[in-house]
């Protein structure tokens, strides 16, 4: 049969199994700081989108003078005293131009503003966007919903209809000529105030669990590790191990006879040490021993 291992072993063994369960514990806590600074850099995202998509509808429309060779698209168009034209781009256009430029460009975030009743192909939203929009209008009171898929974190906040926008979101009727012409009457009309008329969506690069290993194994964790590994291994060494040794070789002395072994032991009134009661107990066992040899002797 094989041996028992020592304390020492077994020691070790509980040590490195705490370790790993408070390394867990450690991941758990990082996952869950990661879920919020993705969320808060994507609610940042789409402050931003919010705020440029007010801007403009604060102006009704921006005019340019020129369309950019990406850029043709344009709802309005007028024309000054000179003959030059303007071309007028509502928020949405404008919205979606930028989200353009930002999905070629960014280094991190990506954006789109989307529905499921969506005027604008490049606006179709896929399966997440598609998800939250149906969760936003089953749950008016949902702030956001976020997502990890396909290395990728997912963000999305829900676009409420005003009254501004009914004009060209409520009855076709009441909507500019150009919006008909150019997308129809039986796109995106119909909504009334308070409707989900869509999502911002933002996309991120995920933060696998993995990509967080590297920062639990930088040098000066693993160093900190090891010195605590060392200061448990010292003190169970000096505290228990070698202090059971001696009350062998002790008890063993005694055993054989060597009843004048000196037991090196503070007395239980005075310590709360369970080696010091063993000792005592050790010790108890020695002064019987004496007295029942002295009567032996005398008989
Ligand atoms: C001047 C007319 C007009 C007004 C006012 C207007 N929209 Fe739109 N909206 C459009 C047009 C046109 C599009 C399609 C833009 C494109 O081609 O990308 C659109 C697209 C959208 C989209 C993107 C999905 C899609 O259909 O492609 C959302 C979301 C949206 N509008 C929300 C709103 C909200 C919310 C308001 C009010 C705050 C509003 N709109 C006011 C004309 C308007």
Request: aromatic share 10%; with cysteine; hydrophobic share 45%.
């Amino acid at each position: 049969m094989a041996k028992k291992t020592s304390i020492q072993v077994k020691f070790s063994l509980v040590f490195f199994l705490t370790l790993a369960l408070v390394a867990g514990a450690f991941v758990a806590g990082l996952m869950g700081i990661r879920d919020q600074v993705l969320r808060h850099e994507a609610e940042a995202v789409a402050d931003q989108v919010v705020a440029f998509r007010s801007w403009v509808a604060g102006t009704g429309m921006v005019w340019v003078d020129k369309l950019a060779p990406d850029f043709p698209d344009f709802l309005a168009k007028r024309e000054n005293y000179h003959g030059a034209a303007f071309y007028g781009k509502n928020p949405a256009l404008a919205t979606r131009e930028l989200s353009t430029i930002a999905n070629k460009t960014a280094l991190r975030a990506t954006f789109l503003v989307t529905s499921d009743e969506y005027r604008q192909v490049a606006n179709r939203p896929d399966g997440f966007e598609n998800d939250a929009i149906a969760a936003f209008k089953n749950d008016k009171a949902l702030k956001f919903i976020t997502g990890y898929e396909a290395g990728k974190y997912r963000y999305a906040r829900p676009i409420f209809v005003k009254k501004g926008c009914l004009k060209c979101h409520g009855n076709p009727e009441d909507a500019p000529a150009a919006v008909i012409e150019k997308y129809g009457s039986d796109k995106a009309f119909g909504y009334k105030v308070g409707d989900v008329r869509g999502i911002v969506s933002v996309k991120l690069p995920a933060i696998s669990w993995q990509q967080l290993l590297p920062v639990l194994s930088n040098p000066v964790a693993i160093g900190l590790v090891v010195l605590a590994f060392l200061l448990n291994f010292f003190f169970t060494q000096r505290v228990i191990i070698s202090r059971l040794a001696d009350l062998t070789k002790d008890t063993t002395a005694i055993a054989k006879g060597k009843l004048d072994t000196k037991l090196n032991y503070t007395e239980p009134g005075k310590s709360n040490d369970e080696i010091d009661h063993s000792y005592h107990a050790v010790n108890l066992l020695k002064k019987s021993l004496t007295i029942i040899l002295k009567r032996a002797k005398k008989k």
